[in-house]
């Protein structure tokens, strides 16, 4: 396993990734991708390992990571959400499923 590692600006945030990796992003193409197709990210905001570190302002430029999308739809866990309005006789409940893409890292370029 390569001791290179990126961060990444994907799904709202920033996520630090190696070879290998398994991770969650946001539903990428509302789950019409095709399961083993190859999604690559562009911006790459840190490239390092092996002695040299790259940081980019604010991206670095040429760096790319490719990823292989596993799980085109799977779904995250049940979030609750409770309303409450004291001594005015209100309660409101409602629940979430945050739909995620699964994804494997397979490359780091930069």
Do not use: C, W
């Not at 590692?5 to 990734?17: F, P, R, T």
Request: avoid cysteine.
């Amino acid at each position: 396993m390569s001791s290179t590692y990126a961060v990444i600006e994907a799904s709202g945030g920033q996520l630090k990734v190696t070879q290998d990796l398994e991770i969650l992003i946001d539903l990428v193409e509302s789950g019409a991708v095709e399961q083993g197709k190859s999604i690559t990210f562009d911006k790459v905001l840190l490239v390092g390992g092996n002695g040299a570190t790259k940081i980019g302002a604010p991206y670095v430029a040429g760096a790319t990571v490719t990823a292989q999308v596993l799980e085109p739809e799977f779904k995250g866990e049940k979030i609750y959400i409770h309303k409450h309005r004291p001594k005015k006789t209100y309660k409101r409940k409602t629940g979430h499923r945050q739909r995620y893409t699964r994804v494997k890292i397979t490359g780091i370029n930069g």
